[in-house]
Nanobody
Framework: QVQLVESGGGLVQAGGSLTLSCTVS????????MGWFRQAPGTERQFVAA????????RYRDSVKDRFTISRDNAKNTVSLQMNSLKFEDTAVYYC?????????????????????WGQGTQVTVSS
């Protein structure tokens, strides 16, 4: 059974930091690219960051570049999202997702349809 379990969410003041973690089990973690998405109330889920299987390639949505850092530990089957300089508009439920390392991932890393498995999400609330 595949499980992705997020942790680390919470309430933080604007300008603060949080680190989200996602622990993965039930699949070959080193063969899956990993992504973080978020969804604020009344909005569609949106791409935040992605990291490829080796950890050497990452991508971010423009609004979080230079503030968020995605990383993975293939020995521990975990992916993390370090979030600094948080803004009110970062408030959302954050989801981690796993995508088998297919050739077409490069074209879908920013899309929900590029991912095969999802976690339940963790709430991040940034107070202004």
């Amino acid at each position: 059974q595949v499980q992705l379990v997020e942790s680390g969410g919470g309430l933080v003041q604007a300008g603060g930091s949080l680190t989200l973690s996602c622990t993965v089990s039930g699949l070959s973690f080193s063969r899956h690219n990993m992504g973080w998405f978020r969804q604020a109330p009344g909005t569609e889920r949106q791409f935040v960051a992605a990291v490829w299987v080796s950890g050497g390639k990452t991508r971010y949505r423009d609004s979080v570049k230079d503030r968020f850092t995605i990383s993975r530990d293939n020995a521990k089957n975990t992916v993390s999202l370090q979030m600094n300089s948080l803004k009110f508009e970062d408030t959302a439920v954050y989801y981690c997702a796993a995508a088998l390392n297919r050739i077409d991932y490069n074209g879908y890393y920013y899309s929900e349809r590029g991912y095969d498995y999802w976690g339940q999400g963790t709430q991040v609330t940034v107070s202004s």
